[in-house]
């Protein structure tokens, strides 16, 4: 099976413009998540779909939203860029979405913001 | 509030020699455990897990790792270090007392030297 997918891989954008980030899940998947990776902050969780539905959050503002379509395939996007939403944003997906289930995650795009 | 804590953001180990990288998770209600792995430039790879059962989890590359409830620890080892070890290694918790998201220690960097 191929894995999760995530285009573009690399993105360089200015601050106030705003940013659309794709992620395939592996086939069959119903379940995806994203998550943003920085040096100061660590990996952080934004959120959650399943079967079309937002199921989880995580802390971040409202200019971070996201989207699933009915091929699980999902999308995040980011509003007004801040120079501190510079980061490697990981997209995963799980098969059932349940808690203990495992989230398999893609190579990641990093987004620079100048 | 709940965390997850990995002691030492680096570590350094020769090569042959035991690898032991701590995890150590704060709710009164065991969380569903899980390390991950990320090499430069890539995604996150599961190494392995534990939802229920046997206590001591064997993942891949040599590694495992043994929940402590008593300790609310979840260290991961390796019996010999081997160069290609080298990376970011992250514990992860999931569980209600977390809101249900995967939520991420700060990682420990390994260095292995020869």
Redesign the interface.
């Known amino acids: 099976k191929a894995g ?1 997918t995530q285009t573009p891989r690399y993105l360089i954008k200015t601050r106030g413009q705003q940013v659309t980030l794709s992620c395939s899940p592996i086939s069959g998947h119903r379940s995806v ?1 994203w ?1 943003q990776q920085t040096p100061g902050q ?4 934004l959120f ?1 779909y399943f079967s079309e539905t937002q199921r ?1 959050k ?1 802390n971040f503002p409202g200019r971070f939203s996201g989207r699933q379509f009915s091929n699980s395939r999902s999308e995040m996007n980011v509003s007004t860029l801040e120079l501190g939403d510079s980061a490697l944003y ?1 997209c ?1 997906s799980s098969g059932t979405g349940t ?2 289930d ?7 795009t990093r987004l620079t913001v100048l | 509030a709940q965390s997850v804590t990995q002691l030492g953001s680096h570590v350094s180990v020769s090569e042959g020699a035991l690898v032991l990288l701590r995890c150590n998770y704060s709710s009164s209600v065991p969380p ?1 455990l ?1 390390w ?1 792995v990320q090499y430069p ?6 190494l392995l ?1 534990y ?1 229920t059962g046997a206590t001591l989890v064997k993942g891949i590359n040599g590694f495992e790792a043994e929940f402590k409830k008593s300790e609310t620890s979840f260290h991961l080892t390796k019996p010999s270090a081997h160069m290609s070890d080298a990376a970011e290694y ?1 514990c992860a918790v ?2 209600p007392a977390f ?9 420990t960097i390994l260095r292995v030297k020869s």
């Not at chain 2, 809101?99 to 990682?107: H, I, M, P």
């Open positions: 999760v998540s998550y660590g990996l952080q969780f959650e989880n995580g990981l995963a808690i203990s495992t989230q398999y995650f893609g190579p990641g | 569903y899980f991950y430039n890539q995604g996150l790879q599961l897990k939802t992250f999931r569980g809101g249900n998201k995967l939520v991420f220690g700060a990682g």
